[in-house]
């Protein structure tokens, strides 16, 4: 036998040996299911934030000055 056709034999082998360990370990690993219910002692999604008191674009209005004191200005 060649030392080509020897090599095509080892690499076929070792490549079946892997697909075989590899079905083997995925049908063995507990892949579970997906849904949308919510896991057991969780307290649920996040909820929506209430609506804003302005118009989209429209600055958000200050109320007095800033509180700074460094802003502030001293005689």
Known sequence: MEDQNRMTLVLSAVALAVAIVATITMERVNMPAVSNDAAPG?????????????????????????????????P
């Not at 609506?51 to 004191?69: C, F, K, M, N, W």
């Open 42 to 74: 969780t307290v649920g999604l996040a909820r929506p934030h209430p609506p804003l008191d302005r118009a989209a674009g429209e600055p958000i209005q200050t109320v007095g000055g800033p509180s700074s004191a460094s802003i502030r200005g001293r």
